[in-house]
């Protein structure tokens, strides 16, 4: 069984989400748009709208046509997933080019799929966002940031010379015609908590706050999402803030 709850805010310095969220059916989605005029929100919305479609409509139609061609050699789950992503970032590309007030648009995605009625879980990443497993009282991060600082680091002389850069994206939906990104499966155990997360939490809270956090009001999901964002805001609130929590139980 899977139980679920999500939140996104504004923070405190911004004067639009750009952030979007998506839980239902076992699918959970955390964007996080960038852009001037709005770009951002309209990034981000129609990257969700592109990833849960296709997924909805992949789960309803065995015989749907795929897009991108279908690779034996992954699990099925695996094959949905990766084609939403590459239809979301065409959709999100082709709209950037579209019209100037949408130029150099895009998101960071964070997407998990809970298969039905087994303990697996299908995710992927764009970006900064990010995933984390909660188990036993440990958290760990499934993603790895796509950003410069990554990309840089271990080729730099010192972390001042990777700091002026560090969260620079290295990749993000839309933003290219393609995008490359990595595919992941994860075997759930009972009482496993998963945390996707926009890197407005991330960067006001520490990995241990959040399990603090998380730990504490693991009985009530939502509860646990508004006092993430709460505790966001406490510390700055300097971006967007989106969390989704999702708990399976055997």
């Given at each position: 069984?899977?139980?679920?709850?999500?939140?996104?805010?504004?923070?405190?310095?911004?004067?639009?989400?750009?952030?979007?969220?998506?839980?239902?059916?076992?699918?959970?989605?955390?964007?996080?748009?960038?852009?001037?005029?709005?770009?951002?929100?309209?990034?981000?919305?129609?990257?969700?709208?592109?990833?849960?479609?296709?997924?909805?409509?992949?789960?309803?139609?065995?015989?749907?046509?795929?897009?991108?061609?279908?690779?034996?050699?992954l699990p099925h789950?695996?094959?949905?997933?990766?084609?939403?992503?590459?239809?979301?970032?065409?959709?999100?590309?082709?709209?950037?080019?579209?019209?100037?007030?949408?130029?150099?648009?895009?998101?960071?995605?964070?997407?998990?799929?809970?298969?039905?009625?087994?303990?697996?879980?299908?995710?992927?990443?764009?970006?900064?966002?990010?995933?984390?497993?909660?188990?036993?009282?440990?958290?760990?991060?499934?993603?790895?940031?796509?950003?410069?600082?990554?990309?840089?680091?271990?080729?730099?002389?010192?972390?001042?010379?990777?700091?002026?850069?560090?969260?620079?994206?290295?990749?993000?939906?839309?933003a290219r015609e393609?995008?490359?990104?990595?595919?992941?499966?994860?075997?759930?155990?009972?009482?496993?908590?998963?945390?996707?997360?926009?890197?407005?939490?991330?960067?006001?809270?520490?990995?241990?706050?959040?399990?603090?956090?998380?730990?504490?009001?693991?009985?009530?999901?939502?509860?646990?999402?508004?006092?993430?964002?709460?505790?966001?805001?406490?510390?700055?609130?300097?971006?967007?803030?989106?969390?989704?929590?999702?708990?399976?139980?055997?």
């Open positions: 069984m899977v139980s679920f709850a999500g939140h996104t805010d504004i923070g405190r310095r911004r004067p639009l989400n750009e952030d979007s969220i998506y839980a239902e059916d076992g699918v959970f989605l955390v964007c996080d748009g960038m852009g001037g005029h709005k770009a951002g929100e309209v990034a981000s919305k129609l990257a969700v709208e592109a990833i849960a479609g296709f997924l909805r409509r992949s789960a309803e139609d065995p015989e749907m046509t795929w897009p991108y061609g279908y690779d034996p050699g789950d695996a094959n949905r997933l990766s084609t939403a992503i590459k239809l979301a970032n065409r959709v999100v590309f082709r709209k950037s080019v579209s019209e100037d007030d949408y130029t150099g648009m895009g998101t960071t995605v964070v997407a998990a799929m809970v298969a039905p009625g087994r303990p697996h879980m299908t995710y992927a990443h764009v970006g900064d966002s990010r995933i984390y497993r909660i188990q036993s009282g440990a958290m760990l991060q499934l993603t790895r940031d796509d950003t410069w600082a990554n990309l840089q680091l271990a080729h730099a002389d010192d972390d001042e010379a990777v700091a002026p850069m560090r969260n620079v994206l290295t990749k993000a939906l839309g393609e995008v490359d990104f990595s595919l992941n499966g994860l075997a759930l155990a009972d009482g496993d908590l998963i945390l996707l997360c926009s890197d407005g939490l991330t960067n006001m809270l520490s990995d241990a706050r959040i399990l603090e956090t998380v730990t504490r009001d693991s009985g009530d999901l939502d509860a646990a999402c508004r006092h993430l964002t709460f505790s966001a805001n406490e510390e700055g609130g300097r971006d967007n803030i989106s969390v989704v929590l999702v708990r399976y139980t055997a």
